[in-house]
């Protein structure tokens, strides 16, 4: 397998748009070809991560219009449903593309346009993941899974509200110095739990889990280019090398995992990742994690090595996970901040992962960033695709 | 009269209980299996109150549990519990659980013993 | 009396005394700090003022809601509707948001309108809520009738509270069969619906004195969805 490398990207702001799915596709794919330069170079291959488009914005097939509207015919092109792994699952195909000598460049743009509906409609179209006879039609929804997994959390390791709350509290203040954040608007611990108002300001959605626990429900985009690497070091100045990938399932129905606080899936795929890469958590300078809710920022960051099991609370109280801490989580606000438009999150992650390690993260560079970790979440943690990106200085 | 228990399923070959149901045994690979009916006790290993409803429910909030139930598998279902507790004893019952549109779904539900 | 001043008093409703809502203050989930209260009579401009952009924007229902509310508040400033309420929240002095209703007649509310202009921070919850303790323990009614114009809004009051269906009744807001917040269902939603704290720290209250318009740009950002300037 050749090494590949990712060569540009882009995205749109996450939010709430009034363009449509294929408009917001073209708008980052535009960005991250631009940023990409490849000058003569023609796209080979265009992977296109989405989860609803078929339910919400009832277009299918939407990998062939992007071509079509990028004027990128005849590259090769599908579409990859993956639920709220599609972005890195998008990712993952286009990697094997080019590692393969199949392509030698190759866009990969994962996009939702969930605020085409409503938000039950939303809750409903997300909680479609669940098994259908085990789960949904007891009204399972996916904040409902984490509701349950976090007062699991809660009993055995010692996860406090406040913990809950300094996530999110961590993450919107990074989301501020995220110009394509979704959320602009800063917190306060006496707002969302300490003060009596907090009862309206913050009520439970799932409990444990409350208001701010859980990420917005957006819009948007976000692209990569990917090329391989002895090509890449032809044109651009930084190429990211994709240095690890791993994926890993568990069982649909959440109840029937064998240890239920255990995220086993994102144990695997990370130790995948991390063994392809020859690196270690160590290693690692800034970490991108799927936070759909708070909980799962501190679950993961444990699940994959990052702290001991049970420990990943502790490191968020020290600061150790804040921007300016040793190592920073989410330093674009994640799904919490920057918002969580499905198909968009997994390949948003390493958008941001990128401008990190290329020193283009404004004020929310994290210093030297030289490797950097991602976790694409899907379904409840049954399907998680985890990545590790190293910068190849030229 | 319509079934609306809930079964899982028994491996022929190794005996496994699962809940849901595969069609490959995850122990031992097997593909034939007798039905078991999803009944009797169980130990509640979390619940949670849910808020933000699909459109199907028209109540405040929903009470959900996982419950380790003594026949040897978990399961999922409505907690019909005032008071809710981590490790308390329930037992499953059968009722409606979702209206969907006009049908009415049948599904697993949780009261104390 | 002159002609005119006879005329005046033909069109102009009974002057009653609405009993004042007790000013509250309410943290946010920013941490900021919001003021709830009434309004005079010749604040009445400086709403209109604040409103009138919305009356064109479509999104969110805001274009109906605004123009009604714009409506009924004129109507309240020239005495042109009996027993009108307004309450605002302001946040340093900034108008953050606006509701209003009136008493239709003893022990019953008709609930008017709710309008936002900042997102995202549960305003129109509180200020919904403040406005139903206005009529339910200020006013001191039995029941308050409620209509909406945005459905999934209406909805999550409707199943919050909850609201009672009261169909038989029309609502003033066009007719519509009319929802209901009774007394009892409302002492008992209070402890998680009804937040804020009395009496209000002087020196808070004087920062409300004045109702500020918020600038352009907040509202483009808030209320549009436009992209705010990359920081």
Partial sequence: MRQVAIV?????????????????????????????????????????????????????????????????????????????????????????????????????????????????????????????????????????????????????????????????????????????????????????????????????????????????????????????????????????????????????????????????????????????????????????????????????????????????????????????????????????GRGHPVGATGVAQLVELTWQLRGEADARQVKDAKSGFACNFGGFGNNVIATVLVREDS | MMDTSV??????????????????????????????????????????????????????????????????????????????????????????????????????????? | MSTGNELEALLRPPATEMPPYPPKVITLASGEQMVVRQIEREEVSTLLEAIAPLLWVERDFYDIVAARLFAELLAFKRYRVVDEYCLVGLIDGVLAGIVNGREARPEVGMSYHTLTLRRGLRIGAHLFAAKMEYHIEVLGEKEVLIVAESPIGFRRWMIEYPLEKKSEVQHELGGVPSWVLTRETYLAAKPRLVAGRRPIPPELLETARKILLPEEETLRVQILGERGRAT
């Fill in chain 1, 8 to 336: 540009g990207c882009g995205m749109t702001k996450f939010g709430r748009s009034d363009v449509s799915l294929l408009e917001l596709m073209c708008e980052s794919s535009l960005g991250a070809l631009r940023h990409a330069d490849l000058g003569e170079r023609w796209v080979d291959a265009v992977y296109v991560a989405n989860m609803g488009a078929a339910r919400l914005n009832k277009q299918t097939a939407i990998a062939s219009a992007l071509v079509d509207r990028l004027s990128l015919f005849p590259a090769m092109a599908e579409s990859v449903e993956n639920g709220p792994a599609s972005g890195a699952s998008a990712f993952k195909n286009g990697f094997l593309a080019v590692a393969s000598g199949m392509a030698n460049v190759v866009l990969v743009t994962g996009a939702e346009k969930m605020r085409a509906v409503n938000n039950l409609e939303a809750t409903d179209f997300v909680a479609s993941l669940t098994h259908p006879e085990a789960e949904y039609i007891y009204g399972v929804t996916l904040p409902s899974l984490a509701g349950m997994f976090t007062r699991l959390c809660m009993e055995r390791f010692g996860v406090t509200a406040e913990h809950l709350a300094m996530v999110a509290i961590k993450n919107q203040e990074n989301a501020l110095k995220n110009p394509f954040a979704h959320i602009q608007q800063r917190i306060t611990m006496e707002g969302i739990l300490h003060a009596p108002e907090a009862v309206v300001n913050n009520p439970f959605v799932a409990d444990p889990l409350r208001l701010y626990d859980c990420c917005p429900v957006s819009d948007g985009a976000a692209s990569l280019v990917l090329c391989a690497l002895d090509l890449a070091r032809e044109f651009c100045p930084t190429p990211i090398r994709v240095a690890g990938i791993g994926q890993a399932t568990d069982t649909h129905a959440v109840h029937e995992r064998p240890d239920p606080t255990q995220l086993t899936a994102v144990h695997l795929a990370a130790e995948k990742a991390f063994s392809m890469s020859g690196l270690s958590p160590k290693d690692i300078d800034v970490v991108e994690l799927h936070d759909a809710f708070t909980i799962l920022e501190i679950a993961e960051s444990e699940a994959a090595g990052f702290f001991p099991r049970g420990e990943g609370h502790v490191a968020l109280e020290e600061g150790t996970t804040s921007l300016t801490g040793a190592l920073p989580i989410n330093p674009s606000g994640g799904l919490k």
């Fill in chain 2, 7 to 113: 079964y899982g399923s028994r491996c022929n070959a190794c005996g496994k209980v699962s809940y849901p149901a595969h069609c490959v045994c995850p122990e031992c690979g097997g593909g034939a299996f007798e039905p078991v009916e999803i009944s009797g006790e169980g130990t509640v290993l979390t619940y949670t109150d849910v808020y933000a409803l699909p459109l199907d429910y028209a109540q405040r909030y929903l009470r959900l549990g996982m419950v380790e139930l003594d026949l040897g598998v978990r399961a999922t279902g409505q907690l019909l519990d005032e008071n809710p507790e981590v490790g308390k004893r329930v037992r499953v019952a059968i009722g409606v659980v979702r209206q969907s549109d006009e049908k009415r779904i049948y599904g697993l539900q949780f009261v104390p013993v």
